[in-house]
């Protein structure tokens, strides 16, 4: 990572100059720091910016060229139609890959920083709409740079800040003129990243080890989570981040302020928990991993059909989706799709990291990591951005958890731990990597960022691709089974059980009166088993024994009177609370086998709906009736028995006519569902199709919108300086005690000054008038006549004129000469040399001989 000059890139959009003038306003030109301005330009026309901002610095403005170094105290700008990029201490520029309306120059500028100056990068974020710049902001926090924003109140246009905000990007938060100050305020009291490096560093050797254990103590008390095993250099260079941000000297003070202020510890926390993630982060290794290492773990049989991954860190859950969306291509490529189910287990410390996993919804920038064919199968589009599909959201578990104090998930077939180890101390380190070992299942998959390795450990896992990152477990290397974990993770505390919820001891209500009373007795004891259905043919009233025709259905509770009737009844009930819905009359069923624990019984049933108004409207009563048996002789059995098997055989054909009878409608309804469904998924394309043509007009339209308020600004900028400039012209005309006629290649008046009113009748309303109307008091008829002639042959005319009022004055007729060398008028001045010509008079009276210049 470069160490040079450190960089503050600028973003802006819409209404971004008047910020940005601000900003390198009130920015010293010797502060050591190079700044590169980014901003949404038409990419058709000239740019301004460079000449606008020279007017507010002292510093040179140069528009940025292909691999121009980068030097202090310098302001690059971004050409129209390019994208600006920091490649070590040199300027990059690449034309725009994406559509106008696609475009995130910011992003890019502040990507290509974080990754060219790391921890001494600075990102600022002025006024601007949508959201470009909030990613790069993201970037340049997670490696440990500052990140400002300009308030909202005070930005033309708030968006661009106010996503930055929402982000938590924000910093340092002050008006656009403000933040300067506070920039130069924390470079001064954040030490060199490189300065750690060498020996006796007053930053860090100074720091006495007893308040950095008071804020580690204070972090553990209210997270729970320890951080003394963190690089103690990334943990002492966060806590002096927030030092500056609050303008705290000492380390103690800022215990101090921790403990009188708990919201700054948690602030401090998310800063210790910064990740850097995004989807298919070094494509090498997805590409890999889809094509070669996922194939290979689909094929290996031992393991079942059913795979298990763990993402750790995985951060607001790019990554643990981008495992999803590969395990997901491959399983499609394998030879049996249908086979195999995932579950992908994504941990990571940082709640609202979490959270923003669980939603699932990431902005428009994706689009530069995420193929248009990944976009279009894995996610849907919103107004703002995209949301990860349910089929890829239902692959993966989002769980808050701490590798180091937590037990592990096990059985494993992959663990994608990426850029975590490198901000965790050798020793960590050293138990970590038996545990992902002790996690895996034979020949598990170990996924690491591009900056770690397995180091040492190469006993438990073997190089499937060492430059990828890729590890295979080895088989042979064992690390202490349950005695490792067991010794790694205290056992978890056993739960008590729940004490017993007594039932409340409820008096029942009094009956009303006697006549209740008998009535309620004589239903229960002689009248016949009977139940209530509602609309749904849900069971809302019991009367009387009906346990043999009903019965619980298994699984979950269900009063549905279809799941609980017997075999036998099922099918004549439904067809009879079917009908008796269309008729006033009951429904009457005979002799139906209902088989029961007793054995096979004939009942009778009564269905009967109920239309009228009242408190039983809508309802269905069923009415249940045992049919009784008499002993028969041999010969009369025989008989009912032949009559009983011919009424098992009718009913069995009418059980079959009703099957065939069910099907016909079943393939009918499957037919029109069928059919509407190809309907709603047509329409559904049409309208996903002109959804996606408003999205992109929508976008087109609002980058459109961005580039011409940047060009207005512009040109609103050079009115103001020609305004100006006429003032200083007019006043300087005025100024001149001479008299100065301008006129156009017609000898029309374009311009005089004040002066000329007492030669020439002149008013403004004369403005665009031809010379030959006006009326003057010298005595030069032929005027017009040498001012046509000097248009003509461009040689100027010297002419002394006296005045009515006896005045003399040299008239000077030159031509009108534009600044690109075009002729477009003349130019008339009129210098009054009355006391010359009188004093000349007086002195040819002292000296009669000396002859006039009009006889000589």
């Not at 002292?58 to 302001?75: K, N, R």
């Not at 001012?787 to 040689?795: D, F, K, N």
């Not at 007729?813 to 007086?842: F, Q, S, W």
């Amino acid at each position: 990572m470069s160490t040079g000059t450190r960089i503050v890139g600028l973003g802006a959009s819409a209404g971004g100059l008047a910020a940005l003038e601000a900003f390198l306003r009130q920015t010293p030109p010797n502060t050591g720091m190079a700044y590169v301005v980014v901003q949404h330009l038409d990419p058709t026309q000239r740019a301004l910016l460079p000449d606008l901002l020279q007017r507010a610095t002292s510093m040179p403005v140069y528009q940025a060229t292909q691999g121009m170094a980068i030097a202090p105290d310098h302001v690059y700008v971004i050409p129209p139609n390019t994208e600006l990029r920091v490649v070590g201490d040199t300027l990059h520029l690449a034309t725009p890959s994406e559509p106008r309306g696609l475009r995130l120059p910011v992003d890019v500028l502040f990507s290509s920083l974080a990754s060219a100056r790391g921890e001494r990068a600075i990102g600022v974020v002025l006024s601007g709409m949508g959201a470009d710049g909030t990613l790069g902001l993201q970037a340049i926090k997670a490696v440990g740079g500052l990140t400002a924003v300009q308030s909202p109140e005070s930005a033309q246009f708030d968006a661009m800040p106010n996503s930055a905000i929402a982000a938590g990007c924000g910093d340092v938060l002050a008006p656009a003129d403000a933040l300067p100050a506070r920039i130069l305020d924390y470079v001064a009291r954040v030490p060199e990243p490189d300065a750690e490096a060498g020996t006796g560093s007053p930053s860090h050797s100074a720091l006495p080890p007893e308040p950095l254990e008071r804020i580690l103590a204070l972090l553990r008390g209210r997270t729970r989570h320890d951080f003394a095993l963190y690089k103690t250099s990334t943990v002492r260079r966060r806590i002096e981040r927030r030092m500056a941000i609050h303008d705290i000297g000492s380390l103690p003070l800022y215990a101090q302020f921790l403990e009188s202020n708990p919201q700054e510890i948690d602030f401090l926390f998310r800063e210790l928990l910064i990740g850097v993630t995004g989807f298919f982060r070094d494509p090498d290794a997805w590409d890999h991993l889809t094509s070669a290492v996922l194939p290979e773990l689909l094929a290996q049989e031992q393991h079942g059909h059913h795979l298990r991954a763990w993402v750790i860190g995985c951060s607001t859950g790019e990554e643990a989706y981008s495992l999803a969306m590969a395990f997901t291509e491959a399983i499609e490529h394998s030879a049996q799709p249908q086979a195999f189910t995932v579950q992908i287990f994504a941990s990571d410390l940082s709640p609202d990291a979490v959270a923003t996993a669980r939603r699932g919804e990431y902005p428009p920038s994706i689009s530069t990591s995420v193929s248009a064919d990944r976009l279009a199968r894995f996610f849907t589009p919103l107004e703002h951005g995209y949301r990860i599909n349910q089929r890829i959201r239902d692959m993966v578990l989002f769980a808050e958890h701490d590798v180091v104090l937590d037990p592990p998930f096990t059985k494993l077939d992959l663990i994608a731990c990426r850029n975590l180890l490198i901000y965790f101390d050798p020793m960590l380190q050293r138990r970590l990597l038996p545990l992902f070992h002790y996690s895996l299942r034979a020949g598990g998959v170990l996924l690491l960022g591009s900056s770690e390795t397995v180091g040492r450990f190469t006993h438990l896992f073997k190089p499937i691709d060492s430059k990828l990152r890729l590890y295979r477990r080895k088989d042979n290397a064992r690390t202490g089974g349950r005695d490792f974990l067991l010794k790694s993770f205290p056992p978890l505390s056993r739960k008590s059980r729940e004490p017993p919820v007594s039932t409340p001891d409820e008096p029942r209500p009094a009956d009303d009166n006697l006549q209740t009373a008998a009535d309620q007795a004589l239903l229960q004891v002689y009248a016949p088993p009977a139940v209530v259905l509602n609309s749904d043919a849900d069971i809302v009233y019991i009367s009387g024994r009906t346990g043999t025709y009903l019965e619980p259905a298994a699984g979950k509770a269900n009063w549905n009177i279809f799941a609980m009737a017997r075999n036998g009844l099922r099918q004549p009930l439904f067809d009879a609370v079917k009908q008796a819905a269309t008729q006033d009359e009951p429904v009457q069923l005979h002799g139906l086998h209902v088989t029961t624990p007793a054995g096979t019984q004939l009942v009778d049933v009564t269905v009967q709906a109920f239309q009228n108004p009242g408190a039983l409207q809508g309802m269905t009563l069923v009415v249940f009736r045992d049919v009784a048996t008499t002993p028969e002789p041999d010969t009369r059995r025989r008989k009912a028995r032949g009559q009983v098997d011919a009424a098992h055989a009718a009913e069995l054909q009418q059980s079959r006519d009703e099957i065939v009878r069910l099907r016909e409608e079943a393939r009918a309804s499957r037919e029109e569902l069928q059919s509407a469904n190809e309907e709603l998924q047509s329409t559904n394309e049409e309208l996903q199709s002109t959804n996606e043509e408003l999205t992109t007009s929508k976008e087109e339209t609002q980058s459109m919108n961005e580039e011409l308020q940047t060009i207005n600004g512009e040109l609103q900028s050079k009115l103001d300086d020609l305004a100006l400039a006429q003032s200083d012209m007019q006043n300087l005309l005025n100024s001149v005690d001479i008299a100065i006629l301008f006129l156009d290649q017609d000898l029309n008046v374009r311009r005089y000054t004040e002066r000329a009113t007492q030669i020439v009748s002149l008013r403004e309303s004369d403005v665009g008038r031809p010379l030959s109307d006006l009326t003057t008091s010298l005595q030069y008829a032929e005027l017009e006549t040498d001012a046509q002639r000097t248009l003509r042959t461009l040689v100027a005319t010297e002419k002394q004129i006296v005045t009515d009022d006896e005045r003399w004055f040299s008239v000077r007729i030159m031509p009108y000469r534009r600044l690109d060398n075009v002729i477009d008028g003349v130019v008339i001045t009129l210098v009054d040399i009355t006391d010359t010509k009188r004093l000349e008079a007086a002195l040819r009276q002292q000296s009669p001989n000396t002859p006039s210049p009009e006889e000589g």
